[in-house]
């Protein structure tokens, strides 16, 4: 019996409408103005080349070892990098929720999102939103501006938590906090590296949407599922039982 759906969240529930380049480069021009008017001077082209390379390195790092590198402490490295050893954490902080503030606004939810989940939680279900990210503010308030944060018991993220999917931890995690078996739960994300590997790594069913699955030998990155829309889960969850 089906308790609970985990969800990622990029390209799942909501989807990038944005241009990545023009995104970026806003983002870094409204941080390098936050740090100017913070007493921080530094030249904006050093700035951008410095943060967009470190975010690169960390990525790859984390892609590598499933360990989040988060990008307060990547904007740290960048800092400290231009001599820069003390800034406060809070300045940080919010340097970095102000470079995510043009992504956030590029975002939108996928037009059935809102129906899935009112009728999966009416149903009774635990829900839940585990999303690969380098700020776990930025998931809680994506949720949020795509008002849905009303229908998960839990978001959160490979920030928040230290470690990325597919590492089965950061499924446990979430599972235990939720109460509910590997055997008693479904994923839905459109990544078959990352969500399907990862839950079936742990036991749990995947149903890959948005994504026309890949050929692997290896049979754990294969969907139980493969999904067009995100109101296809609402039909699974009745073959499967609740």
Known sequence: MTRAIIFD???TLVRFVGDPVEVTR?????????LRDNGIRLDVEQLYDRWVKARLEAFEQAQQDLTERTADDTLKKVLESFGLDDVPDELVRKAVDIFFEPEA???EAFPDADETLNRLKSKGFKLAVLSNATCDR??????????????????T???????????PDAFI??????????SESLMVGDSQKHDVLGAHTVGMKAVLVHSEPLSYEDPKLMPDWAVKELSDVLEIVKKVGN
């Not at 930025?138 to 978001?155: E, G, H, Q, S």
């Not at 993220?157 to 590492?167: N, T």
């Not at 995690?173 to 590997?182: E, T, W």
């Open 173 to 182: 995690r979430v599972l235990n906090s939720l109460g509910v078996k590997p």
């Open 157 to 167: 993220s490979s920030a928040g938590l230290g470690i990325r999917k597919p590492h």
């Open 105 to 107: 606004q590029a975002y």
């Open 9 to 11: 969240l990029g390209e």
């Open 138 to 155: 930025l998931i809680k308030r994506l949720v949020r501006d795509a008002n849905l944060d009303r229908y998960f018991d839990l978001v």
């Open 26 to 34: 806003e983002g870094v021009r409204l941080m390098h103005e936050f």
